[in-house]
């Protein structure tokens, strides 16, 4: 076997065990019995190593020697051509991060992940965040050491967001957030001086949970989403996995009083599905096959959820079938009123309720406080403190207890430090790639109210799903928008979306 | 670390591997979507790829050397005490025959077991022979390469049965066989003569799906299936698997007009499940962690379906409920009348719908049919012929086509040959167990007529469960029941039991 042959061999071995462990992870929220979580540990932390092992493997490396070096990365060999350049330059990022994790130290971060994220099930359950407390501690702990191992940034929390968004930085995420904030707070307060004029209670009515689920799944096909090669389920807490590219699977989550919480995380999950369903099978465990960055992923699934399923646009298709199966609740709504009580703008307490506008605002405050776990050494005790009283600072609202406060995002428990800024990337991207979707494809949005979403899919299919990692996030978007990643779209976008839902001068 | 401590780590590795396994396969059976069946072929292929190399490693081999002659078995260390020569001699027993396969022909058959089995979905639906024989014929090849690498036995068959029932031989089954036909074909025969005496149209009426879920649930729960540490799902063929004693699932099948098989599927798989829910934790990755055999393994779902689930006293306590349940479909038949109707005896073409006295006719079958495949090299594609001829022989009923003939059941589709003769040892183990089970419990049966199964539960937890791979199965009967594996109790049992069901003389 030639050297390509080799490292593309392991590396899709390594991925049968990246969907190996995707299948525990998801079987973990939806099905499994709660009484095997100390064995499901146990089996997750041993895949995981030995992903670490083949990733690290001598096969892998020196084989990767032939064509690289692993020190600078320069090539060896003269005659790949530019995409076969990219995934191996991908492969060799990859390697290098992961061969500076100690084998011991992968095994028992896996560990402490699983046993730390069903500690935060229980102290979010009972409200209790002192009994979460050692296991963030030693969390944080690990993530600091993770961050020495990685040393990719100018501080420890740069080399932990670097996992999740390749090259981005803490000084670039900072200008792009106080770019956002310099116009998101007034924008806010305009509308927080009208709030009168949108009523959100039609949504908080008594809409059957087996009528929601009919819809939302029905919205999912809509969309794009092939059933055939995935699914959706109930969870605790909304997510999408892939164990391949044919095997794509989402969760929800619904409540009797909540027609809007449902209906956009499945939309929002549909966006990552969407994604990991289009990515080229063919090229199917190596980069080329892979999702670009969270940042990237992101932009899919808030796209879909806000700029197609917060547009006048989607209503026109969707709401008629929604009073359909609705007719009690919504016989005295238009679709205006509806479309407007679906994009109201409050501040409030928990991020995934969240409004588009206020969102990021909870993105903010999470990467202030994360840049002071862990960089700064802030005490994890104070933690339920210090939240509150960003809180405040950021959105107004103070939280009444630790489980809608600080204990609301699933994230830290399992070590997922510097991926809350992909979130706000997510959405600054989306409508970089949406404006110049609807410059491509001829009519998009009025197909949209004839329940047609192909343009869009196929634009998104074309120029970013099939690529995998042929592109950097920073040159995808030059590529595609013309410009750099940027604030000023997206905002553009809010304040001519609310100046019409709120009637803002 | 010691030897014995590699060796012990080196076996929980692989178990989790095999946990890992049984998760993979209990998601295609239940939830995976049907377009991910390829890339789960592949998944699956590489961890059984990854467990056989752990089994046969360097790690565990030069470890096991120390303390055994790999050859000839003999013990190298003298410090053993009894537990710990057996826990010894049987993984030198395991090692011996995962070293003989070669680690290509393993993935090759992963491979062509999963490939194999979707073809036989296929063709069984569309009753269509001539698409499955192929993939047949292969794996019958296959098997009989695999039976030359095992080389247990005196006929390449025997070496194939010797991995679901070690030391079980063609001879003694012959033997037990031929003694049970030679009672149960005239008891069958005298039932056929009375045969009006018993009628089980109450059973075909329409019963809610979910109705017979939620009783089946309950039945579940009441012989002492643990939900904290298990679940049940729906799938086309029902089966238990276990990733780790605390998470032992089962599946059932519903069928709105038949009442009587998913009941008995779900309390036959429950007793797989409490088997499995029952082994020592303690000793969770080495053999004495592990069941016996799949003889014993049935004893246990066969005791809990028939000689519990078909009882009379089974039915005081379960009966009232049921009726409950169902008030109108039930209304006019007492319970003597829908205990008799529960066992009625009556030669049918499907094995799984069988009754308890004919069922042993279509494993005789199948054990005829299986050593002509292996042994004699029976061609594939006569086999339709071939089954139809013997079903008529021994069954007087012959299929009117392949998808209720050849193509119903399963194993064959997977490898598993030799796997069927351990249902009828399963039968006549559960016979010899429960008679020793009831003099040992004072009130046993009586106590079912209350809903208290934790009597028998206990003896079994206790005698059978606990012990692991602690005795092999000819000792466990010896030490149990005092006598060896014999047909005489369970021929007892059945014409004492269809004496009172029928009235015989």
Redesign the interface.
């Known amino acids: 076997m030639s050297a390509r042959d080799i490292i593309l061999k392991e590396l899709l ?1 390594a991925s ?2 990246q ?2 462990e995707a ?2 992870g998801w ?1 973990q929220e939806t ?6 979580g ?3 540990s ?2 997750v932390a ?2 995981t190593t ?1 992903m670490h092992s083949k990733l690290v493997g001598d096969p892998l490396k020196d084989a990767l020697e032939e064509l690289i070096d692993l020190q600078t990365g320069e090539l060896r060999i003269m005659t790949l051509n530019d995409q076969e350049t990219r995934q191996l330059k991908e492969i060799w990022r990859d390697y290098r991060q992961e061969a500076t994790l100690p084998a011991d130290f992968v095994s028992e971060l896996a560990k402490h992940a699983s046993v730390s994220q069903q500690a935060w099930v229980r102290a979010r359950k009972d409200n209790d965040f002192t009994f979460f407390e050692p296991f963030l501690t030693r969390m944080v702990q690990m993530q600091k050491e993770k961050a020495g191992y990685l040393a990719i940034g100018d501080t420890p929390y740069d080399s932990l967001m670097d996992q999740f968004e390749p090259d981005m930085t803490s000084e670039k995420v900072s200008g792009l957030f106080q770019e956002i904030r310099t116009r998101l707070v007034p924008l806010i307060q305009n509308i927080q001086e009208v709030k009168h004029r949108v009523n959100a209670s039609v949504l908080t009515k008594e809409y059957e949970i087996d009528k929601q689920w009919d819809f939302g799944v029905s919205m999912l096909e809509a969309i794009g989403f ?6 959706q ?1 109930k969870s605790a807490h909304p997510f999408t996995t892939s ?2 590219p ?2 794509v699977r989402t969760t929800t989550r619904l409540r009797e009083n909540d027609l809007k919480s449902a209906l956009l995380s499945t939309l929002h999950e549909g966006g990552h599905a969407l994604y990991e369903q289009g990515l080229p099978i063919a090229e199917y465990g190596n980069p080329l096959g892979q999702a670009i960055s969270l940042g990237i992923h992101e932009s899919q699934s808030r796209m879909w959820e806000n700029l197609v399923g917060l547009s006048p646009q989607f209503w026109r298709f969707a709401y008629p079938k929604l009073q359909a199966k609705f007719p009690d609740q919504l016989r005295n709504t238009d679709r205006d009123m509806f479309h407007a009580a679906m994009n109201r703008v409050r501040p409030s307490k928990v991020r995934v309720e969240a409004d588009e506008a206020t969102y990021n605002l909870h993105i903010m405050l999470r990467f202030e406080i994360e840049k002071m776990l862990i960089n700064e050494n802030f005490p994890v005790a104070e933690l339920p403190q210090l939240w509150n009283d960003k809180m405040e600072e950021y959105i107004g609202v103070r939280p009444e207890n630790d489980s809608e406060g600080v204990l609301q995002d699933v994230h830290w428990s399992f070590g997922a430090f510097g991926y809350f800024p992909t979130y706000t990337l997510g959405n600054l991207y989306s409508v970089q790639f949406f404006n110049q979707a609807r410059i491509d494809v001829a009519g998009m949005e009025e197909s949209f109210a004839r329940g047609d979403y192909s343009g869009l899919l196929t634009w998104l299919r074309e120029n970013i799903h099939s690529k995998g990692r042929g592109r950097k996030a920073e040159e995808l978007v030059l590529e595609l928008a013309g410009q750099e990643l940027s604030a000023q779209p997206f905002m553009d976008y809010l304040e001519a979306k609310y100046r019409k839902v709120y009637n803002l001068s």
Do not use: F
């Open positions: 071995e049968h065990l969907g190996v299948l525990l079987d099905y499994m019995p709660e009484g095997a100390a064995a499901r146990e089996q041993y895949i030995l092939d059933m055939n090669h995935g699914r389920d164990t391949h044919t095997d």
